[in-house]
């Protein structure tokens, strides 16, 4: 059977072809990070420069890449014409309805660029997502494509050097050095700061979960490819030992509306969602574990002078009556909770996302890691 080569969702039948893909890949890299092409000026001499022929893209990535071109130029024209449409209106009236017109006007163009500048983030995380399981599913073939997709170091030197010296195991201050699992080793030649996979059956939970602790809020607004991101990226507590976890793993992301990240959590705020959705699958980059959440609660982001109970400090239990405390604090916040609560000794598992339902609010569940799968 012929070889298939592959550039992310794009396939060839042959080494030129993917050749040409890889060179127009480079070209298209340079473009986008060199000048906005979403700018209406922009988009059309670039337009016009791949049409005449004075930017030559040979391959199917090249013809994607000049199609979304000539959407954007488009559009461009759309709003062009509606702006000026709108203009010679507002001239037949009074300062205050020319003024109410280009406020709308203002207020439609920002809900358009937010809407597909919305939907392209979510289909860019969506595609990482997709990537990165293939990467799971078949690390041999991830070794292949990781060194095929090289030539993107070209361009950003400070991304290569970033990368230098991923796979190593973390060591504890014991010496204990745990090891990488094999399914997983791929993922980290990508991308260093990944720490684990979370995975909720039924739900849009299935996403990387990264570590880090030099800036544990930069994937708050950065994606797993460490670009700028409205949706950011699942992300540990950086005071968990990822090597020798402690009694509790808490992992933080954004209530998106769109249901991305952590945005499908609020449907545990209804009782039968909670006690049909109880499992949930979370690997660090060395063991495997699966959790059944027990708590659906919550809290509000307290100030330093207040007397409050803060979920988000519980890290480490060095007492039973420590374990215990922070129990009884999750019964009090809780919304739903099981009786059978976990036992001092058992390893726990926090989800934690922004709510709404006062300022400063706070949804998180708890879950107890099962027995039979440590």
């Known amino acids: 059977m012929a070889r298939k080569y592959r550039i992310g969702k794009f396939r060839f039948d042959t080494r030129e072809e993917y050749n040409l893909g890889r060179d127009d890949v480079k070209k298209i890299y340079k473009i986008t990070h060199s000048v906005d092409i979403y700018d209406p000026d922009i988009a059309l001499r670039l337009y016009q420069s791949i049409r005449t022929g004075k930017i030559e893209l040979h391959s199917k990535i090249g013809r994607k890449f000049f199609l979304d071109l000539a959407d954007i130029v488009a559009k461009n024209a759309e709003v062009s014409a509606r702006e000026q449409e709108k203009q010679k209106e507002s001239e037949k009236s009074d300062y205050w309805q020319r003024i109410l017109g280009l406020v709308c006007l203002l207020a ?3 809900c358009c660029v937010w809407y597909f500048w919305s939907d392209y983030t979510n289909r860019r995380g969506n595609e990482t997502n997709d990537y990165l399981r293939k990467l ?50 791929p993922i980290i030649q990508v991308n260093p700061d990944f720490g684990g996979w979370i995975t909720i059956e039924g739900t849009q939970i299935d996403y990387p979960v990264m570590y ?30 990822l090597a020798r976890p402690g009694t509790n793993i808490i992992i933080y992301g954004h209530n998106m509306k ?8 609020k449907s545990y705020l209804n009782e039968d969602y909670f006690q049909s959705h109880k499992q949930i699958t979370f690997d660090t980059i ?13 809290a509000q982001v307290r100030y ?16 039973e009556e420590a374990f215990l405390e922070f129990l009884r ?13 976990p036992e001092y000794g058992d390893e726990l598992l926090t989800l934690s996302t922004c709510n709404s339902y006062v300022e400063d609010g706070r949804l998180f569940l708890v879950a107890k890691k099962c027995r039979e799968a440590e």
């Open 286 to 298: 060395y063991e495997k574990g699966v959790y059944e959440v027990f708590a659906v609660c919550l």
């Open 212 to 241: 880090t602790k030099s800036d544990d809020r930069f994937y708050l607004k950065h994606n797993f490819d460490r670009e700028e991101d409205i949706n950011g990226t699942l992300f540990m507590d950086s005071r968990v030992n």
């Open 136 to 185: 799971r599913e078949d690390p041999q073939e991830t070794a292949d494509l990781v060194s095929n997709d090289a030539f993107f170091m070209e361009d950003a030197p400070e991304l290569a050097a970033s990368l230098e010296g991923t796979g190593e195991t973390e060591e504890t201050d014991d010496g204990y050095k745990p090891e990488i699992l094999a399914e997983y080793q």
């Open 108 to 110: 439609g163009i920002l």
């Open 329 to 341: 604090n999750v019964e009090q916040l809780s919304v739903f909770a099981d009786q059978n609560l």
């Open 258 to 265: 769109s249901g991305q990240m952590f945005g499908g959590l």
């Open 304 to 319: 330093q002078d207040e007397d409050a109970y803060r979920y988000y400090n519980f890290i480490q239990a060095d007492s």
